[in-house]
Structure formats: structure tokens, C-alpha cells
């Protein structure tokens, strides 16, 4: 009988890793395989290619380097309670490129009697240390079924989902008058600030309230919003009005900083999203290093993962045509991720209250 848990680096795992190396391939750690060896003590062949009685797949959770030992790595694997049978046996898979092959073969100090979870079954945790070639790049892209969970382990689970949600999704707004509220071709809009343009370069196109929307522009952004799923949601039906804001400038050249904020401002967390909705009429601009050009509703912007303190210049807008108009709405700075590519994420944030806005 096998006195101790016991793993074999097999000739196809060394011959794969040897190949995936000629190669210059990652080699990936993919599945696991659980067996019962039919009852008999198994002996350790390096010459083995499958288990001797495979009775389900295992979980594949983790792996890291020995911090002791380069040619070494630590795998975490599991066995779900879906069968009944004492488990003797388990096979590594990995694969280069797309080329699957017997990693590491491993046998039980003792069987492990695995049940179903009407017969009472958990999932048991195996953690083995097995042999790698130190020039073999490792990666692994399994990952723990919840389902197979303990109570303990789903705790976790939740515990991370719930502190990546919060680290990735907007807290608030951290500028002002997102709803560029006091445009009225003699002022430009508080919060932001202008190079090389004057007041009168800012006009107010329309004004939106609710789903009183009856400008042609508005219209537009409606259909855009109906396309980017805000309508459907009925994201329009937000009580606070916003403008929508004509920018006209000429007789400029170079990268002029045109539209930003005037201010530094705070970030909670690792990651900020300066964006704003914007529709070219003639001309191109450059929003966080994208150069803009459609003359249609596009939402721009940008995320970012900075220090607490972040300047003004990566929320900004560039002219790079020497004369262009462009509409612009919701320019916003959010404090968390925003994903960009669903322009229904972004809408009128909640802002700090001192601001004292009359939107929100």
C-alpha cells in the first residue's frame, strides 16, 4: 500500500514541455482527471499516458512557483462529490499550443472516499508539489466550479467577486456640472476650463429633461441611447436636465488643450474614467490619445489606473484640425471603472455635494 501521496513528472509531460520549449509556447495547466485504479495499488510508471480506471474530471483551482525550489510547482486541485468511489489516483493535463498531453501522474497515501452530495460528499482539496523544467513558461486557465464549493469556500468566493465589483464599477463623480448647465454663449461652463478658445466659442444646442426630448440633436442622441440600450432601461426618464453644447473653434493649430478640467481631483480606489458623449459636425479631435472624426453620437473617454492625485490633462479634449465643431454632453470624471464599451453605462453620476449643482 502507497504510504504517502506520491506524484511522477512523466516522460510525455517532460517530452511536451521539451516541444512547447523548441517552440517558444506557454505550456498550460488544463485539466484533471480522478480515478479509482480499479481497486489496485497503482505503481508509479513514467510511462503512463491515462489513469488505469478514470472515473470523473477533478478541478483544476491554482498553481504557483515553489518559492524554494525553480523547478518546482505547487498545484491545487479538487475532487466534486458527482460520484461514489474511493479515488486512488489522479492525472495532470497541460497543453502547448493545441496539443493536450499527460503532465504529472499522481497516487493516494490512502483511498479517498469520495461521495455524492445526497451521501453526504464535500469537495476535497488536493495540494502536491510536482516537478517542471525551470525554462518552461506556465499558465494556467482553469478555474474552481462554485457549484462544488464548501460553505466556506463560497464565502470566499463572494468576499472577492464583491471587492472586484467594488473596485472596478463607478463610486462617483468626482468633477462638476456634468450637465453643463450654465451654458449661455457668454460663459464657459463652470467646472472646465478652455486654451486658446473664448466664451463665445460655447453655444447651448438644447435642452434635455426627462423624455421631453424635441430637439433634432436630441432625437439623434435618443436613437443612439434606444441603439446603446439606455432608452429600453429608461435612463432618459432621469428627472435633472442636461445641455447639450455646441464647441466651435478656428484658426487653430498644433494640439490645443480646448476642453478640460480645471482642476485636480481626487480618485478613491485604483482606477478613475474621464468620458463624455460626443458627435463631430466638421473637423477631428483627440480624446486620451483617440483620434475622433464620426459624425455621429459616439461615447469617449477613457479609463485609468493612477495614484490618488491625477491632473487635469487626461481629461481633456484636443483640437486637431485647425477649425471643427463638435456637440458634447455629459463630460463627466467618475471616481471606479467604467466600462466604455456599453455607452448605456454612462449616464448623470452622483456628485460631491458641496458642488450645490441643480443637476445631479
Known sequence: MVSKNESLWLTSGQAGENLAHTQDL????TRVEIGDANGTTP???????????KRQDGELISHELDPYDSSQRIITMAIPPTE???AIEVLLYAKYGETEFAHTYFTLAAPFAVRTLEN????????YTIKVSQETNFTITAVQDLAYA?????????DETVAKIRREYPIFRTSENQALLDVDGSAVPSGWGVSGLSAENFSLVETVK?????????????????VAGIKENNYYYNPHKFNIVRIKWTDLSGLAYSFFLNRTVS???????FAAFVKMISGNIIVTGINHSEKSWQLVGRNYQTPVDQRTMDSSIKHVSASGEMLIALPAVVSGYVDLTQPHNWWQFVGPLQY????V
Open 84 to 86: 461514489n468511489f474511493n
Open 150 to 158: 464548501t460553505q466556506k469556500d463560497q464565502q470566499q468566493i463572494i
Open 356 to 359: 450645490k449643482e441643480s443637476g
Open 210 to 226: 426627462g423624455h421631453s426630448l424635441g430637439g433634432s440633436y436630441s432625437n439623434e442622441m435618443l436613437e443612439f441611447f434606444e
Open 26 to 29: 506557454p505550456v498550460t495547466f
Open 267 to 273: 480618485n478613491i480606489g485604483p482606477y478613475f474614467t
Open 120 to 127: 453526504g460528499g464535500s469537495q476535497a482539496m488536493l495540494k
Open 43 to 53: 505503481s508509479l510508471d513514467p510511462a503512463l499516458t491515462q489513469l488505469i480506471n
